[in-house]
């Protein structure tokens, strides 16, 4: 066979991982007219995935080596395993089969960390590494995933086209995938995005839960309400799948919902977005919330104990008839203010790694095929782009004013469901973000103050330029904790 004929049967691109999403991604390669060679560690994996694969479009292969060398050469092999650990193995395993200049891809939901780590070692022995963010689940991995895609430029360069072309396109039919920045930009992009994600899914569950308990709606009223607020400004993803999960019922008729624990797991995205918010110093409540609101769900004995315990007191409420319009406005405005969480610690944390993120080219990546995808998120594309320094995304006149619009029903709704003792961690964080930011004075100088007084850490004047401590009892020392180290 020559040369020529012996590289037409080779594939554009090799896939590593056969599980729900790797699985999809191949076949949405296969639907844009690339052919991909596969490989798990599980044969059987492989054999079934083949059984409803197309054979003209898929090379298995049983074999790393085997697997590389079906390739066409510069390599480009995607990664879809699990992260952590498992990347830097099958790294290592594939090693000894790459050349200078093939390409890695880890399209997995691996900690920005790591990427950084792994693409300094990827350069040092020649190859490109490409830390990529995909996400919208098994749809999105068949139909058009959004793609925040980390790396050097020249590796960006080389896997754009198949990357934009198996992206989610927006209806202008843009690519929802986008160079994020090097390293390990794409990761931290997606690891802010699921942080988002928690959020909005946090609050999406306290407006089921007040709807619930609250409002005593039954679930089809709650997903028609669900339904009919997806027509409008809160039109998304998560609001969409909500009103089909609260309508589904089994055969005989109960619906799905109620059957379901109450008890929500994680992956680990999202405590990685408030560590690292802790880490860069900017506040993050809403996201941390839903994260820790996940984990007290997994208390459930406790929580059942308790429930019996303690006697919440509840109030009766009055609610208005305007009530779903007000509740509408205070999860949209929590929306905002948890998009604006995510986006200021994407803008605060790129000098620490010396990137350069585009939020406005961000909030494009979301437009289509994410699981946060919603219509505002134009709304956010221009705000950036007509002030591309912008400080905080309530700053600009469309959320500003929406903002001013729907604050009153934010705070109704978080004393709505004190009263009647709903949880609702997520509400009360965006109202407690939105009424810290605008205080021009918080009560942070009495910390200060006992800071200074019980270990001398002294603190600045509001009237004079300078760092002080002074001795505030005759027990008090002279000397500030600025003058030694600890």
Not at 286 to 298: C, G, L, P, T
Not at 367 to 379: A, E, K, M, P, Y
Not at 388 to 413: C, M, Q, S
Not at 440 to 445: D, F, G, K, Q, S
Request: negative net charge; contains cysteine.
């Amino acid at each position: 066979m020559s040369l020529e004929a012996e590289e037409k049967v080779k594939s554009d691109l090799g896939l590593i991982g056969l599980a729900v999403m790797g699985a999809s991604l191949v076949k949405n390669m296969n639907s844009k007219g690339y052919t991909v060679s596969v490989f798990n560690n599980t044969k059987a994996r492989t054999d079934l995935f083949m059984e409803s694969a197309d054979k003209d479009l898929v090379i298995p292969t049983y074999d790393l080596k085997d697997f590389v060398e079906s390739i066409k050469s510069p390599k480009r092999i995607f990664l879809m395993i699990r992260a952590g650990d498992p990347v830097d193995q099958v790294f290592e395993r594939l090693l000894p089969y790459l050349s200078e200049g093939d390409i890695v891809i880890d399209g997995g939901n691996s900690n920005y960390a790591d990427t950084v780590r792994r693409c300094t070692y990827a350069k040092e022995n020649g190859i490109i590494f490409m830390g990529t963010g995909v996400s919208g689940g098994e749809e999105g991995a068949l139909k058009g995933p959004s793609m925040m895609v980390g790396g050097s430029l020249e590796g960006w360069k080389a896997v754009k086209d198949i990357l934009q072309d198996i992206a989610a396109k927006t209806k202008d039919g843009e690519a929802c995938c986008e160079y994020m920045g090097d390293n390990g930009a794409g990761h931290f992009v997606k690891m802010v995005h699921n942080g988002i994600e928690y959020s909005d899914m946090e609050l999406i569950s306290e407006t089921y839960s007040f709807m619930k308990n609250a409002l005593h709606m039954d679930n089809d009223s709650m997903g028609r309400a669900f339904e009919e607020w997806n027509k409008g400004e809160l039109d998304s993803y998560l609001i969409q799948i909500t009103s089909e999960i609260l309508k589904k019922k089994y055969d005989d008729g109960s619906y799905v919902i109620d059957t379901i624990l109450d008890s929500a797991g994680q992956k680990g995205t999202g405590k990685w977005a408030s560590i690292t918010s802790l880490d860069e110093g900017v506040p993050l409540n809403m996201i941390a919330d839903a994260v820790y609101q996940r984990f007290i769900s997994s208390y459930k004995a406790e929580r059942t104990e308790a429930s019996k315990l303690f006697d919440k007191a509840k109030a009766d409420i009055c609610v208005d008839d305007d009530i779903m319009d007000t509740l509408a406005h205070a999860l949209y405005l929590s929306k905002i203010l948890s998009y604006a969480q995510g986006f200021d610690l994407m803008m605060r944390s790129e000098n620490e790694h010396d990137w350069v993120l585009d939020p406005g080219k961000i909030a494009l990546t979301w437009r289509n095929g994410c699981i946060i995808r919603s219509v505002f998120l134009d709304r956010i594309h221009e705000a950036y782009r007509n002030d591309p320094k912008l400080t905080n995304l309530i700053f600009a006149p469309f959320f500003k004013e929406k903002v001013e619009n729907y604050i009153g029903d934010l705070r109704k709704i978080c004393s709505l469901c004190a009263l009647c003792g709903t949880p609702a961690p997520a509400f009360f964080s965006a109202l407690s973000y939105f009424d810290s930011l605008t205080s021009e004075v918080l009560p942070a100088n009495l910390i200060q103050a006992q800071r200074d007084y019980f270990g001398a850490h002294t603190f600045k004047r509001t009237d004079m330029e300078g760092t002080f401590h002074i001795k505030w009892n005759e027990s008090s020392g002279d000397i500030s904790s600025s003058e030694y180290n600890a």
